[in-house]
């Protein structure tokens, strides 16, 4: 009961934090930034700053759908973004071409990151079936293994959102200094900047903490049947 009332509270906290990163979003991407510049011009001007000329700035369809793609060297923009000349597109273009930066750096966690792409997309695959014969392979015929290679296989995605963390942070560190710097951002901008992406960053706090979360409850439930 204990594991499911956590449960619930963090998919409450993460609603919340959802509702929070979208809105604050919305209001800062209603705010002009200073400097007029587009969210594409800040990326490429951010990587070219860097030495990064073989990352393509590109926009893509969809709202949020703002990341960096390792393999093919793309950062990809969403059109409020891309075109945008707030500070939330300021902000958000920064981040993604934080992680070029990081690409570009070899830096650590991201490259354990990207090295764990492949196991979690099997992952996300099989786990919520396997998950569901697990618990009807206990409940029927009491065994246990099939349980078990669910967990195996949803310890990895858990692993990969704590990966993902310090990835996250550091891109938006990374960004906000960045923009520091160059004055792009005004002193009271940089404040809305930094704010815009700490929400964003939240959002990827509450989804490690949910799978943990369900890994935990899953794991009761597999070692409750061998008592």
Known sequence: MGYIVLLVLITLASAGVSWRFKKKFKQYSKEPLLAGVTGAEVAKRMLHDSGIYDVEVLSVGGSLSDH??????????????????????????????????????????????????????????????????????????????VLMAALVLFAFSTLFSFITLPVEFDASNRALLWLNQTNITSPDEHGQAKDALKWAAMTYVVAALASLATLLYYLSIFLGSRD
Not at 73 to 87: A, E, F, M, Q, W
Not at 105 to 116: G, H, I, N, T, V
Not at 118 to 141: D, K, Q, R, T, Y
């Open 68 to 145: 960096y793609n390792p393999m093919k060297k793309t950062v990809n923009l969403s059109p409020d973004v891309y075109n945008g000349r707030s500070i939330a597109a300021a902000a958000v273009a920064a981040h993604e071409c934080g992680h070029a930066v990081q690409h570009a750096k070899a830096y650590s966690w991201l490259y354990m990151r990207s090295a764990l792409v492949p196991i979690v997309s099997v992952s996300n695959n099989f786990v919520p079936f396997l998950l569901i014969a697990g618990i009807i392979a206990i409940a029927v015929f009491q065994v246990p293994w």
